[in-house]
């Protein structure tokens, strides 16, 4: 979706307009929320055998070792991955802090009228952090690769992800994006970080297509 210039993005109501109407016939469709990878924790555990009986008590124990959080307070997911290197029984743990669900909800489900019978469970139909939707956004490309490092660079945050034998093994994110590079190429070029950040767009397609592509 192309955002107009002179729109400003935030919580309210007018705010989410825009991208209504660019959406079109889909804005009623059911929504995926995307979670900053900083707001989780994303870690493989291999499940020992003494704990095979029973692996969701044992990740369950491990995500409030984790966190640090009772289990009130928190929220994880589990996937079942296949074995790796030197995993044999492993599974990815994805946790995060209950009012970050709630909140990311509150934020991108419309109000709902009083005649609507939907429920924000019914209107969200999956909640996933950037690192496996950038997963996903690989492994739906044609002829992915089996073993990549893929990398997700926003504006003030990036994020790096692992595809081992054609599945995500594990995402992290750190402090730092295009926004710093563009605050660097100002100062180095005498322009302003608005030129800067300028000419980053005009390189991201051939970038792109040299990652794509695997040209150096």
């Given at each position: 979706?192309?955002?107009?210039?002179?729109?400003?993005?935030?919580?309210?109501?007018?705010?989410?307009?825009?991208?209504?109407?660019?959406?079109?016939?889909?804005?009623?469709?059911?929504?995926?929320?995307?979670?900053?990878?900083?707001?989780?924790?994303?870690?493989?555990?291999?499940?020992?055998?003494?704990?095979?009986?029973?692996?969701?008590?044992?990740?369950?124990?491990?995500?409030?070792?984790?966190?640090?959080?009772?289990?009130?307070?928190?929220?994880?997911?589990?996937?079942?991955?296949?074995?790796?290197?030197?995993?044999?029984?492993?599974?990815?743990l994805t946790l995060c802090k209950r009012d970050e669900i709630q909140e990311s909800i509150r934020r991108h489900v419309p109000p709902q009228d009083e005649s609507d019978s939907?429920?924000?469970?019914?209107?969200?139909?999956?909640?996933?952090?950037?690192?496996?939707?950038?997963?996903?956004?690989?492994?739906?490309?044609?002829?992915?690769?089996?073993?990549?490092?893929?990398?997700?660079l926003g504006a003030e945050n990036t994020v790096v992800g692992l595809l081992v034998g054609g599945q995500g093994v594990h995402a992290t994110s750190f402090e730092g994006g295009?926004?710093?590079?563009?605050?660097?190429?100002?100062?180095?070029?005498?322009?302003?970080?608005?030129?800067?950040?300028?000419?980053?767009?005009?390189?991201?397609?051939?970038?792109?297509?040299?990652?794509?592509?695997?040209?150096?």
């Amino acid at each position: 979706v192309e955002w107009p210039d002179t729109a400003e993005f935030n919580d309210s109501p007018e705010s989410r307009e825009p991208i209504l109407e660019a959406l079109g016939p889909y804005a009623d469709s059911l929504l995926a929320i995307v979670l900053p990878q900083h707001r989780v924790i994303s870690s493989t555990l291999d499940i020992p055998a003494d704990a095979a009986a029973e692996p969701a008590r044992f990740l369950e124990a491990e995500a409030r070792k984790l966190s640090g959080f009772g289990d009130e307070s928190l929220f994880h997911a589990t996937a079942q991955l296949r074995p790796f290197g030197r995993y044999r029984h492993p599974c990815l743990l994805t946790l995060c802090k209950r009012d970050e669900i709630q909140e990311s909800i509150r934020r991108h489900v419309p109000p709902q009228d009083e005649s609507d019978s939907s429920t924000p469970d019914q209107v969200v139909t999956e909640i996933l952090p950037t690192g496996e939707a950038l997963f996903a956004a690989m492994l739906a490309t044609p002829n992915p690769p089996l073993n990549a490092v893929l990398v997700d660079l926003g504006a003030e945050n990036t994020v790096v992800g692992l595809l081992v034998g054609g599945q995500g093994v594990h995402a992290t994110s750190f402090e730092g994006g295009s926004a710093s590079f563009a605050r660097a190429i100002a100062e180095a070029s005498a322009c302003t970080v608005e030129e800067a950040e300028a000419r980053l767009l005009e390189r991201v397609p051939e970038f792109s297509y040299r990652l794509l592509h695997n040209i150096p």
